[in-house]
């Protein structure tokens, strides 16, 4: 019987390593996005390049995206299962909590069109908003 986790690796064509199956568990475990050094140091002893490389494989074959939201560190999460290499952009809004300073992904709000003056022709577009997420604003 297939692992569910080796299944979700080969749907997205990436071959199932250690590592890899090792970096997509601690995706999975932490709802808000993570960066390179808050990876590694959930995998205890990893190698931050081969951590570093895992995120790129997953990055470019549409599992995870990045997102930069203002922390100075790039942090990953996990695609809405639809992602492709192709179509790899996930056009929702992001949010960070300036209490606990977790970012999260909000899928079901996406990210709006916004008309460019002129000759402006946008390759990507990020939206990050901050405040208090919902566990914080109920705590506070
Ligand atoms: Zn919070
Ligand atoms: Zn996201």
Do not use: N, W, Y
């Amino acid at each position: 019987m297939a692992h569910p986790q080796e299944d979700t690796l080969i749907a997205k064509q990436i071959t199932p390593t250690a590592m890899r199956l090792l970096v997509l568990d601690v995706l999975q475990q932490h709802p808000a996005a993570l960066s390179l050094a808050d990876v590694e140091q959930l995998l205890g002893h990893a190698d931050r390049i081969t951590v570093h490389r895992t995120l790129k494989t997953f990055t470019d074959k549409g599992l995870v995206h990045r997102i930069e939201d203002g922390s100075g560190a790039v942090k990953f999460a996990l695609c809405e299962p639809g992602c492709t290499p192709e179509q790899h952009q996930d056009l929702h809004v992001h949010f960070f909590c300036t209490r606990c300073r977790e970012t999260s992904c909000l899928p079901t709000v996406a990210v709006p069109t916004i008309p460019l003056p002129g000759a402006f022709q946008v390759q990507e577009t990020s939206l990050v908003m901050k405040g208090l997420c919902e566990r914080c604003a109920v705590a506070s």
